[in-house]
């Protein structure tokens, strides 16, 4: 655009400040008269009423505009700017302003990132609970006793699964991140270009949001990071195989199961733990994917595997075929669906660049000690390893508290076992219906951390107030789930009243744990990986402790029921709830204050450069 130097420095001011979300609007009035004539005469638009312009006036271009002939602006000038700035805003009012340029646009991305991301990745995971509850329909209708016996070995399998996809969350959030650091890089090159070919550079901004998902779909430091996950993942998967064989017998000793339960249960979990390294892989695939905001890939991965393993599952489970074989078949189903899923993101994941399966291979073969060490180093230096480390923390410790929740309601009895299972199967079913605000938080806020704070603000507030809305929503979910369950004969007769004396319980831990798995993947966005994990050990700590006290000195301790064991959860739900209130009202003033000292050095550093070039 050949327009005055004076009018293109300001338009460039004008871009900068849209782009940080930072503007005000004011009348051509209160513009210097040669600047307004200059905008009439150059610019031929019926918008020529209003015009934006830069609000930090600490910058040495922001404040001195020059005439058309090159003086300086006149104090007076800037005096009556100042006046008219302050006559809009207690016109418009400071709250509709802010909501208008940062708090509605910022709904407007949530929202459409609900559809991209968040709905494919709640199918996902909803995946996994769905064929947990068919398998608790079909073993409970071939008996009781196999249905407890399997109870205790899918709730260590839970805990391995929570941990994989502490992974998979460290993956997505450094994917994410260098997403962010690649797409500053294409902006910060093409502000390079000069005034001169502001046409060149708005094709080149457009031929590169088109061309975006094909330039730019995996980075040498991406592919670098996924590989490296994916070793890790599948070497973690075989490390955890192998400490169940080991761990079983004793751990099953300390939830009081034995007899043919603890037999049946060895069977069960050795078949399902062909199927772990798989799924360790699977789900760091999913975190690769999503970092990149791909949620329709893993999408159809699980879809696939969830299909096939209802299929084997309706096939393999039956009362005619007897417990040994149902428990058998549901092993075996588990574990075909890990590997499907696994297969599928591999070959995907081959295809897109995100993982060389042929490299892989010649590499392992040649020297395999040398390239798990790279993959080590590798995933200390991208961060993955610190935020994993303690999100396996985190995962362990909250399903420490669903295992000793299970070891409880064993040793009261068959019945409570069995109810027990159902309440779980539903609880985590009903619970992962808001992963999409935990998905959302760890993908979007990475990104909005590195490029604009104060927009990461307002979303990590939004955030917060949909997990509200949501976990209230859950809540009356539960409950039609659990009435509809005995309504409809879905669970043994023996089993509805049991499971009906718990719904409160059931209930209310719905509706604070899904609120509460909301806000950690807000905190996980936000760097506070280190601070779920610890919470989450502080909150094991205390929940063991009141599970002793209610044990040995509550007055029901003679006859414990299932709802001593619900109130357990509910309490640790709760607590849950108050470390993320405090932690949310803490962080709020030190976030602010980093922002507008980060923003007032990037203006100012920002305006010397483009003086100095000019």
Known sequence: MNAPPALRRCLWCSRWTLRRRRIKTVTTASLPPPVTRMMSNTINTKRDSSVIIAEASSSPFSCAMTTAEGSSEPENWRTNRRSADDETDEKEGGISVVWQTLGKPTLMKIISSVYILGVPSLLSVLCEPAIGCTESLLVGRVGMVYLAAIAPSSVMFWLIEEVCFALSVGVTTAVSEASAARSLISLDELDEVGGEKEGEKEKEMSKRRQQGNQEFVVTEETREIVQASVLAAFGLGIAFAL???????????????????L??????????????PFFAVGVTFEGAYMGERDGMTPLCAFGLAMLATVVLQVALIHPSYGGLASVIGAGTAMSVGQLVAAGFLLVSANNRGFFNISQTVRRSSKDLPKLLMKAINLLNKSDVTDSTLWLFCGSASRMLVYTLCTALATQIGVIAAASNKYALDIYFFVCYLIEPLFTLGTVLLPKKLKTNKIEACWMRSILFCLAILSAIILCCVASITISAAGHFNLIEPELVKSLASVKPYVVASVGVGSFTYAADGIRIGMGGAKYVGKTQMFNLLLTVALAAWMKLYSPGSASMTLNHVWTLMVSFQFLRVCQHVYASAKSDKELLTTTEGEEGLEIKELGDGRENSR
């Open 243 to 261: 400490a169940m064989q080991f761990m079983y017998a004793p751990a099953m000793r300390i939830l009081g199961v034995s007899g043919d339960a």
């Open 263 to 276: 037999r049946l249960g060895r069977l069960y979990t050795a078949i399902r733990c062909f199927g772990l």
